[in-house]
């Protein structure tokens, strides 16, 4: 047995074994878990996997300082009753992804820190025949994303290169090479968080789980001992399948019993409270909202500028809410990309909730053309993009420039006119944020940025107000040179703008 020294607060530590494999199946029939005990005494089981050869590993998230211990049991003899120890220093790594402890409908990193998803889909990213995995993350981390969907899949709707062809064990160097791209990711992007999608969208595959086939629950249950403990992984089974309950199963149907099994699955074996999510398919919600596993609502839909879905399912669920699925920019693609996706993120942050951005068709294998993983630059700098998230640094700016995060902020738009796809509104105690969408029409699909200049009427209790503007295409502020009274206020200019107001 080996293992890495000095680990640091909320990264991952890996134990390394040598056993010879021996008469049993080293995936269907190894039982292998350790049992990692912090400094306070608390307990988390893990399971182990196989790695080759004679090479066996156990992870942990390190989620404490201080000097853990572990213990081994399994069937496997020279697996069995091993222990050791292990110190975490102190670091300044952000760590997993939590529902931030003021508000739930909003995340943390594990260091308290206030996570601002916008999230990009990245279907392929760990696809091993994609030859630009490594450009899409370094580009994605450059443009502001903070959330990337992705899946396991080689073909859209196919995860058999997962296993062995005869299903009695798995495709070992393409799970290695998984690895090897969210360990990258890690460490170089630590603050981008990975949605891993297992099962993808391989139906049958999926309803297979119901009949306990042995290599379907092998995908689950070594995905999650392989993957779990990375710092920047959450976990949903399954994309865009229609959920029933009863009728018959054809297209991409699967019954809501068989997700729920699933997750459910997932959820109990957590050893790191990763949390579990799943995406179903379009203008069809989310069916998982009363399960003990649902950590977060999934939804799919389109043209959602107004918020009003995630505004919905506020009422319905104290989870955090992510529109994760809209139009892309090559897909569904809206006549002005850019200003739909800076008017989707800010209209969905201020909705109280969360959404994603599609650039290029990444659940298609590359071509050269729009299909793949590539770096978004190169994608814009070769006429496949037309900028649709430039924008998305000036949303972490605005957030950075005042110091103030959405963390109990409540969606109100009724105090700027109750009209969502012109002005969106959030209020905390003395704050306000207004986003005016300035929209040309009513049809999300072809509306751009206005070329006049928008007003608002502000219905906000009496006082005055010291107020700014941020233009939220060049990341520009202009402030008020006079406190305000709440009533009708004037953009500095045309376009759509970000106005922030606090009362004295």
């Known amino acids: 047995m080996s293992a890495l020294t000095n680990p640091r607060h909320r990264s991952l530590h890996e134990l390394t074994f040598t056993a010879a494999v021996g008469p049993i199946n080293p995936y269907l029939d190894l039982r292998f878990q350790i049992s990692f005990i912090r400094p306070d005494s608390e307990v988390s089981i893990a399971d182990g996997f196989y790695d080759g050869g004679s090479t066996f590993k156990a992870r942990s998230y390190c989620d404490t300082v201080g000097e853990w211990e572990w213990h081994s049991s399994s069937n496997l003899s020279k697996l069995d009753g091993q222990s050791g120890h292990f110190s975490v220093d102190p670091s300044s790594l952000p760590g997993k992804l939590r529902i931030h402890p003021d508000d739930s409908h909003q995340f943390a990193y594990d260091n308290g820190d206030w996570f601002l998803h916008i999230g990009d889909t990245g279907y392929r990213y760990v696809a091993a025949s994609e030859p630009h995995w490594q450009a899409y993350i370094d580009q994605a981390a450059q443009s502001g994303i903070t959330k990337i969907r992705t899946w396991f899949c080689e073909g859209r709707s196919d995860v058999q290169v997962l296993l062995a062809e005869d299903r009695q064990g798995l495709n070992l160097p393409y799970w290695q090479e998984i690895d090897r791209r969210l360990a990258y990711a890690c460490e170089q992007h630590p603050h981008i968080i990975f949605k891993l999608i297992p099962y993808g969208e391989d139906t049958e595959e999926i309803r297979r789980y119901d009949t306990r086939d042995p290599a379907c629950l092998l995908i689950g249950r070594y995905a999650q001992a392989r993957f779990t403990a990375y710092p920047n992984v959450i976990w949903c089974p399954t994309n865009d399948r229609e959920i029933v309950r009863d009728s018959e199963l054809d297209g991409r149907k699967v019954r809501w019993?068989?997700?729920?099994?699933?997750?459910?699955?997932?959820?109990?074996?957590?050893?790191?409270?990763?949390?579990?999510?799943?995406?179903?398919?379009?203008?069809?919600?989310?069916?998982?909202?009363?399960?003990?596993?649902?950590?977060?609502?999934?939804?799919?839909?389109?043209?959602?500028?107004?918020?009003?879905?995630?505004?919905?399912?506020?009422?319905?669920?104290?989870?955090?809410?992510?529109?994760?699925?809209?139009?892309?920019?090559?897909?569904?693609?809206?006549?002005?990309?850019?200003?739909?996706?800076?008017?989707?993120?800010?209209?969905?942050?201020?909705?109280?909730?969360?959404?994603?951005?599609?650039?290029?068709?990444?659940?298609?294998?590359?071509?050269?053309?729009?299909?793949?993983?590539?770096?978004?630059?190169?994608?814009?700098?070769?006429?496949?993009?037309?900028?649709?998230?430039?924008?998305?640094?000036?949303?972490?700016?605005?957030?950075?420039?005042?110091?103030?995060?959405?963390?109990?902020?409540?969606?109100?738009?009724?105090?700027?006119g109750n009209n969502p796809l012109k002005w969106k509104c959030a209020r905390k105690e003395d704050t306000w944020i207004v986003y005016l969408a300035n929209p040309t029409g009513t049809d999300p699909e072809t509306d751009n940025a206005s070329e006049s200049t928008p007003d608002v009427d502000l219905d906000l209790p009496e006082g005055t107000y010291v107020a700014s503007w941020f233009n939220p295409s060049k990341g520009d502020w202009i402030d008020f040179p006079d406190t305000i009274a709440p009533n009708r206020v004037t953009a500095p200019g045309p376009g759509d703008w970000i106005l922030v107001a606090h009362r004295r």
């Open 257 to 416: 019993q068989t997700i729920n099994q699933i997750a459910g699955d997932i959820a109990s074996r957590e050893p790191w409270s990763t949390l579990v999510t799943n995406h179903q398919c379009r203008f069809k919600g989310y069916d998982f909202t009363e399960c003990e596993w649902s950590d977060i609502v999934t939804l799919e839909d389109i043209d959602q500028v107004h918020g009003r879905m995630l505004l919905d399912y506020r009422k319905q669920s104290s989870a955090p809410i992510i529109n994760d699925e809209d139009r892309y920019e090559t897909y569904r693609r809206p006549k002005h990309p850019r200003y739909f996706f800076r008017r989707l993120m800010w209209a969905s942050l201020l909705s109280g909730g969360h959404a994603t951005y599609g650039g290029l068709r990444t659940f298609e294998p590359y071509d050269g053309e729009l299909k793949g993983m590539q770096g978004y630059y190169h994608a814009c700098r070769d006429g496949k993009l037309k900028e649709g998230a430039h924008d998305f640094n000036f949303i972490h700016q605005f957030f950075k420039d005042r110091n103030i995060s959405l963390v109990g902020m409540t969606p109100d738009d009724a105090c700027v």
